[in-house]
T-cell receptor, first 113, second 114 residues
Framework: AQSVTQPDIHITVSEGASLELRCNYS??????LFWYVQSPGQGLQLLLK??????LVQGIKGFEAEFKRSQSSFNLRKPSVHWSDAAEYFC???????????FGAGTRLTVKP | EAGVVQSPRYKIIEKKQPVAFWCNPI?????LYWYRQNLGQGPELLIR????????DSQLPKDRFSAERLKGVDSTLKIQPAELGDSAVYLC????????????FGSGTRLTVV
């Protein structure tokens, strides 16, 4: 069955530390891949997306993600976290044969001073 | 460019009452989606429209939920009657319709059923 998994429900990092949020997918073919961020009471903001080509994708707010076909993963990274990065992060996929976007359960990021 | 506009932002109703949510997509986006996001979870697709046609409504609880997209632009999602378990954030999104273009989401309507 098609699925998107975010193994970490909640992650806490110190401000200035590096961050990696994990995302794994299970689809018949490599889907289109996305990362969104959602602040409390806000809508979803697109951080970055991967369609094809270079497996390292740069996004907004200093985020990047690396697509690894062999691991069916699309992990989100940031070298130095800021307090304003505290939010909920969602990995999402769109398969080739339809336009429906499916989301992972999300990872809540807490940033310690 | 205006984003996806949803109203109201918040709604509190008693169970068994009807409720409706409205969405105005980005101009020119022919594909429109309604998602439901329960607390602490990722959004789940309820229905997808291509222009005015509902092409995927398999996750829409049809006994109480209905949706329409008149003239292929604005859309309304209705619940009648509402149940306690319907409390959630209802998100609308639109896209150009080509797979992989990514979506633009509205800010959502937070529904509380008491």
């Amino acid at each position: 069955a098609q699925s998107v998994t975010q193994p970490d429900i909640h992650i806490t990092v110190s401000e200035g530390a590096s961050l990696e949020l994990r995302c794994n997918y299970s689809y018949g073919a490599t889907p289109y891949l996305f990362w969104y961020v959602q602040s409390p009471g806000q809508g979803l903001q697109l951080l970055l997306k991967y369609f094809s080509g270079d497996t390292l994708v740069q996004g907004i707010k200093g985020f990047e993600a690396e697509f690894k076909r062999s691991q069916s993963s699309f992990n989100l990274r940031k070298p130095s976290v800021h307090w304003s990065d505290a939010a909920e992060y969602f990995c999402a996929v769109v398969s080739y044969n339809n336009n429906d976007m499916r989301f992972g359960a999300g990872t809540r990021l807490t940033v310690k001073p | 460019e205006a984003g996806v506009v949803q109203s109201p932002r918040y709604k509190i109703i008693e169970k068994k009452q009807p409720v409706a949510f409205w969405c105005n997509p980005i101009s020119g986006h022919n594909t429109l989606y309604w998602y439901r996001q329960n607390l602490g979870q990722g959004p789940e697709l309820l229905i997808r429209y291509e222009n005015e046609e509902a092409v995927d409504d398999s996750q829409l609880p049809k006994d109480r939920f209905s949706a329409e997209r008149l003239k292929g632009v604005d859309s309304t999602l209705k619940i009648q009657p509402a149940e306690l378990g319907d409390s959630a954030v209802y998100l609308c999104a639109s896209s150009l319709g080509r797979t992989g273009d990514g979506y633009t989401f509205g800010s959502g309507t937070r529904l509380t059923v008491v």
